[in-house]
């Protein structure tokens, strides 16, 4: 059996950034990744439109001040390619690809207790062993495929939008079909809308869109870009979602109306989640002030979707503005003013099966080329849930968790001995710019690693009583927002996936900075909370 001293599941952003700092400590790491590449979300996710919402430049890496002069992006927001040829160069730059192992997804993670080690055993079969388990399998991993009858029988090309094939995929002159409007959807749909004969979107529950505003880097953009990198992260250090956007202090009813739609107004018109995380803070806090926020953004709707009966049902009525995640849009709405798009909202005439040759609803059958399925994932534990672990006597990872998640810093739990999160359920990253949480949480568990190697020490684990503090806070968290009262992946709903129908605890949102406080006391005071042995 191969043996290491730590074994990273997953080659996405996570474990990349991961091997680099285990690498530079000297550890002898092995990735094992389920893909045929490196690349995690971005090697996956290849379906038209697909592309960050944080700023490029935000999301890179920092640990090489090398790599930020020797990289230059080409648009603010970059796309999956652009995305996959970034990750690709950080690898072959550092040499991280010969540490890697592909086509290789872990069925099961095994504790041994007489020893301190894992067992992983891949999908075929094959075996290796380590101390130290790390998990970097993503937050939105898991796809889910929606419960309707009938998916398996359509007799023309279907798939989830995270299984977008890599060969190119013809849509002009196809009818197609696109089950969803979360944020896969809404970059699909604008993307899509003018290259294909006919588009039929279904839609069970609209969400608030905002528009991206996305534009190319020029050169002397991009140099000045270079020349401000400490400027830039410092400020996303600074912001609670480690973005360059930080909420607005001032309570919004303080500020008079006409100032107030002004400031929404140059909101509306900017690049980015500055709409969400720039705007007043207590529109994500105060139900009065979301409403009236809420209502600004429905006019904007109303004012781009000519049919006021199709902009009407594009307009969410069950959760405010920002309680979900907020997908960022260019020309989305005005896909649905176009002759060859039509909006099915299924809560008026649900779809009864997949047939044949489309979709029927209980109105009337749509005959189609293609289906896309955008129908999101069973977020943050739905990777964990798809491998084995099994740690003391015998426990299993998913039965501890079967009504929520429960960790120490959403780094590890209590009975899984030397097994890392590090974007775990509960843990800083998942709530923020995630290139800038990752950094967080790999710089951490790499000092974490020497600091054990150094103490000879080869057992860590988070006693019970961490564990429910942790959670104690991470629930405090959930209740100083409105998101803690809307279904969406931040509060654990998923109606795709069974036994997700009530709220779990699955994100940290007590902001970047508070997390990372946490870490740098924990680790000052000899990883408090932890058992070393």
């Given at each position: 059996?191969e043996?290491?001293?730590?074994?990273?599941?997953?080659?996405?952003?996570?474990g990349?950034a991961?091997l680099?700092?285990l690498?530079e400590a000297?550890?002898?790491?092995?990735?094992?990744?389920?893909g045929?590449?490196l690349?995690?979300?971005?090697?996956?996710n290849?379906?038209p439109?697909?592309?960050?919402d944080?700023?490029s430049?935000?999301?890179?890496?920092?640990f090489?001040?090398?790599l930020?002069e020797?990289?230059d992006?080409?648009e603010?927001f970059?796309?999956?390619?652009e995305?996959?040829?970034y990750?690709?160069?950080?690898?072959?730059?550092?040499?991280?690809?010969?540490?890697m192992r592909?086509?290789?997804?872990?069925e099961?993670?095994t504790w041994n207790?007489?020893?301190?080690?894992?067992?992983?055993?891949?999908h075929d079969?094959?075996?290796?062993?380590?101390?130290?388990l790390?998990?970097a399998?993503?937050?939105?991993s898991?796809?889910?495929?929606?419960?309707?009858?009938?998916?398996?029988?359509?007799?023309?090309?279907s798939?989830?939008?995270?299984?977008?094939?890599?060969e190119p995929?013809?849509l002009?002159?196809?009818k197609?079909a696109?089950?969803?409007t979360?944020?896969?959807?809404?970059q699909?749909?604008?993307e899509?809308a003018?290259?294909?004969?006919?588009?039929?979107?279904?839609?069970?529950?609209?969400?608030?869109c905002?528009p991206?505003?996305?534009?190319?880097?020029?050169?002397?953009?991009?140099a000045k870009i270079?020349?401000?990198?400490?400027e830039?992260f410092?400020r996303?250090?600074q912001?609670?979602?480690?973005?360059?956007h930080?909420?607005?202090p001032?309570k919004?009813f303080?500020?008079?109306?006409?100032?107030?739609y002004a400031?929404?107004?140059e909101?509306y018109?900017s690049p980015?989640?500055?709409?969400?995380l720039?705007?007043?803070?207590?529109?994500?806090?105060?139900?009065?002030?979301?409403?009236?926020f809420?209502?600004?953004?429905a006019?904007?709707?109303r004012?781009?979707?000519?049919d006021?009966?199709v902009a009407?049902?594009?307009?969410?009525?069950?959760h405010g503005?920002?309680?979900?995640?907020?997908?960022m849009?260019t020309?989305?709405?005005?896909a649905?003013?176009?002759?060859?798009?039509?909006l099915i909202?299924?809560?008026?005439t649900?779809?009864?099966?997949?047939t044949?040759?489309g979709?029927r609803?209980?109105?009337?059958d749509?005959?189609?080329?293609?289906?896309?399925y955008a129908?999101g994932?069973?977020?943050?534990?739905?990777?964990?849930?798809?491998?084995?672990?099994?740690g003391?006597?015998?426990?299993?990872?998913?039965?501890?968790?079967?009504?929520g998640?429960?960790t120490?810093y959403?780094?590890?739990?209590h009975?899984?001995?030397?097994?890392?999160m590090l974007?775990g359920?509960?843990s800083?990253?998942?709530?923020?710019?995630?290139?800038?949480?990752?950094?967080?949480?790999v710089?951490?568990a790499a000092d974490?690693?020497?600091?054990?190697?150094?103490h000879?020490?080869?057992?860590?684990?988070?006693t019970?009583?961490a564990?429910e503090?942790?959670?104690?806070?991470?629930?405090?968290?959930?209740?100083?927002?409105?998101?803690?009262?809307?279904?969406?992946?931040?509060?654990?709903?998923?109606?795709?996936?069974?036994?997700r129908?009530?709220?779990?605890?699955?994100?940290?949102n007590g902001?970047a900075?508070?997390?990372?406080k946490?870490?740098a006391?924990?680790?000052?005071?000899?990883?408090e909370?932890?058992?070393l042995?």
């Amino acid at each position: 059996m191969e043996h290491h001293e730590v074994i990273i599941i997953g080659a996405g952003l996570t474990g990349i950034a991961q091997l680099y700092k285990l690498k530079e400590a000297g550890f002898d790491t092995l990735v094992l990744e389920a893909g045929g590449d490196l690349g995690g979300t971005w090697y996956w996710n290849r379906y038209p439109g697909c592309r960050f919402d944080s700023e490029s430049y935000s999301y890179g890496y920092s640990f090489s001040k090398e790599l930020l002069e020797e990289w230059d992006w080409t648009e603010h927001f970059s796309p999956q390619p652009e995305n996959l040829r970034y990750l690709n160069f950080v690898a072959d730059k550092f040499d991280l690809r010969a540490h890697m192992r592909f086509d290789s997804k872990v069925e099961r993670a095994t504790w041994n207790e007489d020893n301190h080690t894992w067992t992983v055993r891949l999908h075929d079969g094959a075996e290796f062993s380590c101390p130290f388990l790390l998990t970097a399998i993503g937050i939105l991993s898991a796809a889910v495929m929606p419960r309707i009858e009938g998916v398996e029988r359509f007799k023309g090309q279907s798939f989830h939008t995270y299984h977008w094939p890599q060969e190119p995929v013809e849509l002009a002159g196809k009818k197609v079909a696109v089950v969803g409007t979360g944020a896969t959807g809404v970059q699909l749909i604008a993307e899509i809308a003018d290259k294909v004969e006919q588009l039929y979107v279904f839609q069970r529950r609209p969400n608030w869109c905002a528009p991206l505003h996305n534009a190319p880097i020029t050169p002397e953009e991009m140099a000045k870009i270079k020349a401000s990198y400490d400027e830039i992260f410092d400020r996303c250090m600074q912001t609670a979602g480690g973005f360059i956007h930080g909420s607005d202090p001032r309570k919004m009813f303080d500020v008079p109306e006409e100032e107030r739609y002004a400031f929404w107004e140059e909101l509306y018109a900017s690049p980015g989640f500055g709409i969400w995380l720039g705007n007043f803070r207590d529109v994500l806090m105060d139900e009065r002030c979301n409403e009236q926020f809420s209502e600004f953004m429905a006019e904007k709707i109303r004012a781009r979707v000519k049919d006021p009966a199709v902009a009407e049902k594009l307009i969410p009525k069950d959760h405010g503005f920002g309680t979900r995640r907020v997908p960022m849009e260019t020309r989305y709405y005005e896909a649905y003013n176009r002759d060859n798009v039509q909006l099915i909202d299924i809560n008026d005439t649900p779809i009864e099966t997949v047939t044949e040759t489309g979709i029927r609803t209980s109105e009337r059958d749509f005959d189609v080329d293609l289906i896309v399925y955008a129908t999101g994932f069973d977020a943050v534990t739905g990777a964990f849930d798809r491998i084995d672990f099994i740690g003391v006597d015998d426990q299993k990872l998913r039965d501890k968790w079967e009504t929520g998640p429960i960790t120490h810093y959403g780094i590890q739990t209590h009975g899984f001995p030397n097994l890392i999160m590090l974007t775990g359920p509960q843990s800083g990253s998942g709530n923020t710019n995630f290139g800038r949480g990752v950094e967080d949480i790999v710089f951490w568990a790499a000092d974490l690693l020497v600091y054990l190697r150094e103490h000879g020490y080869t057992r860590i684990e988070n006693t019970v009583e961490a564990e429910e503090r942790w959670n104690e806070h991470v629930r405090d968290m959930y209740d100083m927002l409105l998101l803690s009262k809307t279904k969406s992946w931040f509060t654990g709903y998923n109606s795709n996936v069974e036994g997700r129908d009530t709220i779990r605890y699955v994100a940290y949102n007590g902001g970047a900075p508070r997390y990372r406080k946490r870490l740098a006391e924990c680790a000052a005071k000899g990883y408090e909370g932890f058992v070393l042995a």
